[in-house]
């Protein structure tokens, strides 16, 4: 982009971008940045084609252009795409999954718990406890048995509260009980109670 300024450089023609989508790493990359902002629906196909680029540098905002334009054309290529071996490209994945927050993204949130990476893991709970999917309170529930991240579990107390069910009141009593003795987990329990009560799923009013 040197020479122009940024409007300059986004009033191009929409071809000049999807043409730049097949040029050298920068270009690629910027190409996809422009698309993002000037949010055009015409460039999905194009970036759902770059979204197996071989540069990760490219992925990464080609991911973060889909989910900006909240196209439902994108979601399953990029639930597939969460395979990617680089972290930066599968965080920005879940993040576009998020945002367009179509439900054939819940099983690829499902595997994103298990993930190796801490922060992506953090983001898949959210976005299972943003989507009210009653099929993730068993691998929620799973996965908190599994973690040992105290911040981790007291974040998929709050998921499992939000998403309701029948799950709620034993979770809550194992927290309140104490079983995991962090702090963070019984501040879980908390919200998590307070959600339920919401939606009428817990009796009872001690803290």
């Given at each position: 982009?040197?020479?122009c300024?940024?409007?300059?450089?986004?009033?191009?023609?929409?071809?000049?971008y999807?043409?730049?989508?097949?040029?050298g790493?920068?270009?690629?990359?910027?190409?996809?940045?422009?698309?993002?902002v000037?949010?055009?629906?015409?460039?999905?196909?194009?970036?759902?084609?770059?979204?197996?680029?071989?540069?990760p540098?490219v992925?990464?905002?080609?991911?973060r252009?889909?989910?900006?334009?909240?196209?439902?054309?994108?979601?399953d290529?990029?639930?597939?795409?969460?395979?990617?071996?680089?972290s930066?490209?599968r965080?920005?994945?879940?993040?576009?999954?998020?945002?367009?927050?179509?439900?054939?993204a819940?099983?690829?949130?499902?595997g994103?718990?298990r993930d190796?990476?801490?922060?992506?893991?953090?983001?898949?709970?959210?976005?299972?406890?943003?989507?009210?999917?009653?099929?993730?309170?068993?691998?929620?529930?799973?996965?908190f048995?599994?973690?040992?991240d105290?911040i981790?579990?007291?974040?998929?107390?709050?998921?499992?509260?939000?998403?309701?069910?029948?799950?709620?009141?034993?979770?809550?009593?194992?927290?309140?009980?104490?079983?995991?003795?962090?702090?963070?987990?019984?501040?879980?329990?908390?919200l998590?109670?307070?959600?339920?009560?919401?939606?009428?799923?817990?009796?009872?009013t001690h803290?």
């Amino acid at each position: 982009m040197s020479g122009c300024s940024m409007e300059t450089w986004l009033t191009k023609p929409f071809e000049t971008y999807v043409t730049m989508l097949q040029d050298g790493d920068v270009r690629r990359r910027q190409a996809a940045t422009a698309l993002e902002v000037r949010g055009d629906r015409r460039a999905v196909d194009p970036l759902i084609g770059a979204l197996r680029d071989d540069n990760p540098s490219v992925r990464a905002p080609v991911a973060r252009a889909l989910g900006a334009l909240g196209d439902l054309r994108a979601v399953d290529p990029l639930c597939e795409a969460l395979d990617d071996p680089l972290s930066e490209v599968r965080a920005e994945i879940v993040r576009a999954l998020r945002r367009i927050g179509d439900k054939r993204a819940v099983e690829a949130f499902i595997g994103a718990l298990r993930d190796p990476e801490w922060g992506i893991r953090q983001m898949a709970v959210a976005a299972l406890g943003d989507m009210g999917d009653a099929r993730a309170i068993g691998p929620l529930l799973h996965a908190f048995m599994e973690e040992e991240d105290i911040i981790s579990r007291g974040t998929i107390a709050i998921a499992l509260g939000a998403l309701g069910g029948p799950t709620v009141q034993p979770l809550i009593g194992a927290l309140e009980r104490g079983d995991s003795a962090t702090r963070a987990c019984r501040f879980g329990a908390r919200l998590s109670r307070q959600l339920a009560r919401r939606r009428g799923l817990v009796r009872g009013t001690h803290r």
